[in-house]
């Protein structure tokens, strides 16, 4: 049984350029979520899918933020014109129920 | 507007010393989730325990208990007889019973020393 996946782990991108981070959950997990961490933080909620849809979204994310989930299986997260601040490690978690997640490695985005 | 506080940054123990990692909490929810979550060095995040907002008892796995009080708005974790393997950093978080959202605390790193 493999747990949550994302792809890629590390990705540089120059200040202004558009990225897009991929998350396969575990295969029966019908709840998927998206976080963010920075360096001596704790995670920071993004955005919340229950299937297919986003049922809630951290009222924080910028509107350069979008994330998807078709057909209620893998999701990705853009984000768009990066800046900077963007640098963060991107996680992603599953969860059957919405009591235990079962997180991912993350993608560490480093914006230059 | 929830908030957790891990006002301990690190900590360091000798290996089959106890630690007890502090989590204070903000709410204006009558219901809500505490939990704990553990981040080895490796970097996923690991669930530890969830505790509801009407369930005081105290809870014993293993080397691991949790003292939840209400009237401190605290939940926290204790470690008996610590092991090397128990070095990480330890996230105390909190979920309103409207919101799918969790609210992490900035983490405890516990280094356990051989």
């Known amino acids: 049984d493999t747990g949550v996946s994302q792809d890629p782990r590390h990705k540089i991108t120059k200040r202004g350029q558009n990225v897009t981070f991929r998350c396969d959950p575990i295969?029966?997990?019908?709840?998927l979520y998206w976080y963010r961490q920075t360096l001596g933080q704790g995670p920071e909620f993004l955005t919340y899918f229950q299937n297919e849809a986003q049922l809630e979204k951290s009222r924080l994310l910028s509107d350069r933020f979008s994330a998807e989930r078709p057909k209620g299986s893998f999701s990705t997260l853009e984000i768009q014109r990066t800046e900077q601040g963007d640098s963060a490690m991107y996680l992603c978690a599953s969860s059957l129920d919405v009591e235990k997640l079962f997180f991912g490695s993350g993608t560490q985005l480093s914006v230059l | 507007a929830q908030k957790v506080t891990q006002a301990q940054t690190e900590i360091s123990v000798v290996e089959k010393e106890d630690v007890t990692l502090d989590c204070v909490y903000e709410t204006r929810d009558t219901t809500y989730y505490l939990f704990w979550y553990k981040q080895p060095p490796s970097g996923e995040l690991v669930f530890l325990i969830r505790?509801?907002?009407?369930?005081?008892q105290n809870e014993i796995s293993g080397r691991y208990s949790w003292n939840f009080q209400k009237s401190t708005s605290s939940f926290n974790f204790t470690i008996t007889a610590s092991q090397v393997v128990d070095s990480a950093v330890y996230f105390c978080?909190?979920?309103?019973?409207?919101?799918?959202?969790?609210?992490f605390g900035k983490g405890t790193k516990l280094s356990v020393i051989p």
């Open positions: 295969s029966e997990h019908n709840r």
């Open positions: 505790r509801n907002s009407f369930d005081e």
């Open positions: 978080a909190l979920r309103g019973a409207g919101s799918y959202q969790l609210t």
